[in-house]
């Protein structure tokens, strides 16, 4: 058997306001429209690393199914400042770990992201 991922579900509010957010503010691309197993209006946007994330309208499930997802960036500084002038709020600046450095921010529906570069301090 080999199963393979359709693409990765995120409930959101409402479809035209996150579109926008996905593909003028993270620079996703719009792929049109998908299938939910329960005929929920579906749209499919894929990263630039070729993950298709299906965003489903459902305003009722929205705060029982928030999605958390890991964006990795080779220079989250840059990518920081172009996202803020895109409009995006994070949810402060970026922090420092022992593995990199990070940077939060959710989308109009709570969705939680990560955006982050990993570092090598030993080097």
């Known amino acids: 058997m080999c199963l393979k991922i359709n693409y990765i579900p995120v409930f959101v509010n ?3 306001t996150e579109i926008s957010f996905y593909t003028e503010k993270l620079g996703f691309e719009l792929l049109g429209d998908g299938v939910y197993h329960n005929a929920n209006p579906c749209k499919l946007v894929k ?3 070729n993950i298709v994330i299906g965003l489903i309208e459902d305003p009722t499930l929205t705060g029982n199914h928030k999605s958390n997802m890991l964006l990795n960036t080779q ?3 840059q990518d920081y400042h172009l996202l803020s002038a895109a ?3 994070f949810n402060g600046g970026p922090q ?3 593995n990199g450095l990070s940077a ?3 989308d109009m529906s709570g969705n939680a992201y990560v955006l982050f570069e ?3 301090y030993e080097d």
Do not use: A, K, V
Request: glycine share 10%; no cysteine; charged share 20%.
């Open 104 to 106: 939060e921010f959710t």
């Open 118 to 120: 990993q570092r090598n």
């Open 47 to 49: 990263t630039g690393d």
């Open 14 to 16: 409402s479809l035209q």
């Open 75 to 77: 220079d989250l500084l």
């Open 87 to 89: 409009g995006i709020q």
């Open 96 to 98: 420092y770990s022992p």
